[in-house]
């Protein structure tokens, strides 16, 4: 499995509080995405990021913010959540190349009460 | 808007029978197309992709998928499902560095 840590792996947070999650690879891959999972909607991209302080927004990107201040580490943050942001979200990584695939990290499950 | 389609939200077979599972995609120029598994409580795994080249792709567990440009589709079968195989499938389209899921499509496996 390809080197990529997740954290935390749960969280319960209220409404309102900022929330930070945390994608850490070892692998040295250029390609780091954030999505969430929500039933009947498969995975959604909400944030990539193609190099360092190099990001750019996905399909679901409102609410939310990233930064890449390191190769090894993608940070999501909700600013202030709500509700409608409990979600299962999975970090991916992927090298460079046509035909190179995304690896996933093994999610962070956030309920927001 | 790029898209792809999952024709069954819910798959359930016994074993030993044959699957397939239907997936469709949104014409976007070059798209590289994959299948990917998840089973209960774990994260995504790569089955099986179709980069360029042969439209018949073997991927791992005894998965194999056909690319089929006139259709826009990208079916992933297997000969003899097992138990084992109960998870759920995803298939996904690279456009350029945007990924598209599809919804998804849960397979129960009954012994």
């Known amino acids: 499995d390809a080197g990529i840590t997740q954290s935390p792996r749960h969280k319960v947070t209220e409404t309102g509080t900022p929330v930070t999650l945390r994608c850490h690879q070892t692998e040295n891959h250029r390609y780091m995405y954030w999505y969430r999972q929500d039933p009947g909607h498969g995975l959604r991209l909400i944030h990539y990021?193609?190099?360092?302080?190099?990001?750019d927004k996905g399909e679901v990107s409102d609410g939310y913010s990233v930064s890449r201040s390191k190769t090894e580490d993608f940070l999501l943050t909700l600013e202030s959540a709500t509700s409608s942001q409990t979600s299962v979200y999975f970090c991916a990584i992927r090298e460079p190349g046509d035909n190179q695939p995304q690896h996933f990290g093994d999610g962070t499950r956030l309920s927001i009460l | 808007a790029q898209s792809v389609s999952q024709h069954n939200h819910h798959v359930i077979l016994s074993e030993a029978a044959s699957l397939e599972l239907g997936c469709n995609y949104s014409y976007g120029g070059t798209v590289n197309l994959f299948w990917y598994v998840q089973y209960p409580g774990q994260h995504l795994q790569l089955l099986l992709k179709y980069f360029s080249g042969d439209p018949l792709v073997k991927g791992i567990k005894g998965f194999e998928a056909e690319f089929i440009k006139s259709k826009f589709s990208f079916n992933l079968r297997k000969p003899s499902v097992q138990w084992s195989d109960t998870a759920e499938y995803f298939c996904a389209a690279r456009y350029g560095q945007n990924f598209v899921f599809g919804p998804g499509t849960r397979l129960s496996v009954l012994p």
């Open positions: 990021s193609y190099g360092v302080k190099d990001t």
